[in-house]
């Protein structure tokens, strides 16, 4: 079955530490994006990418970092700037020829310590 | 600024009646409109979408209505199940250029269906 893998899905971490999530897409899709929720907040876009080696911020950038080195993998990371990381991290993709449904992974729970 | 504002954070309504969420954007670009849905410690699943050249969408329980004039747009759950309990999200998307696609999203409506 295709789709979104994203690992892992529950993650505790001390303060200072850099941490890297995972998102795996088999959907052959194009754009890969990563989002934050937080409650009451909604979904807020952190990262986006439409090409292999290529990746534009989105609204809440500062404090992560991201690569795509493969069509299929877009991992994301928060490093110890990211001044209030514990969150729910959910990332998607989709094709890019015209309006089209971003397909969501389950998301990681980020806890920090 | 929120683009995409959905006022009511929560919503309750019985089953079997009619549930109406409701959706508000300030951005005359958006183009595209969709609604997803959301369970705790879950991905948002894509529900029913929209384009701005209608006004009305329908799928099954589930029908999405468009005013470009009032830049609102409401989700009609008929007839509501307690597996329709979830958040609801709004996003809309502005057609930014070749290759280019974001959404831009909602906070959310909680909706709960009693039994």
């Known amino acids: 079955d295709g789709g979104i893998t994203q690992s892992p899905k529950y993650l505790f971490r001390k303060e200072g530490q850099n941490v890297t999530l995972s998102c795996e897409q088999n959907?052959?899709?194009?754009?890969m994006y990563w989002y934050r929720q937080d409650p009451g907040q909604g979904l807020r876009l952190i990262y986006y990418s439409q090409i292999v080696n290529d990746f534009q911020k989105g609204d809440i950038a500062e404090g992560y970092s991201v690569s795509r080195e493969k069509k299929e993998s877009f991992p994301l990371t928060v490093t110890s700037a990211q001044k209030n990381p514990t969150a729910f991290y959910l990332c998607a993709s989709t094709f890019l020829n015209g309006a089209n449904v971003l397909t969501f992974g389950a998301g990681s729970r980020l806890t920090v310590l | 600024d929120q683009q995409v504002k959905q006022n009511s954070p929560s919503l309750s309504v019985q089953e079997g009646r009619i549930s109406i969420l409701n959706c508000d954007y300030t951005n005359s670009m958006f183009d595209y409109f969709l609604w997803y849905k959301k369970y705790p410690a879950e991905g948002p699943t894509f529900l029913i979408s929209i384009s701005s050249i209608k006004d009305k969408n329908e799928d099954g329980r589930f029908t999405v209505f468009l005013n470009k004039s009032a830049k609102h747009l409401s989700l009609h759950i008929v007839p509501s199940q307690p597996g329709d309990s979830a958040v609801y999200f709004c996003a809309a998307s502005a057609n930014s250029g070749a290759g280019s696609y974001q959404l831009t999203f909602g906070k959310g409506t909680k909706l709960s269906v009693i039994p």
């Open positions: 959907l052959n899709h194009d754009a």
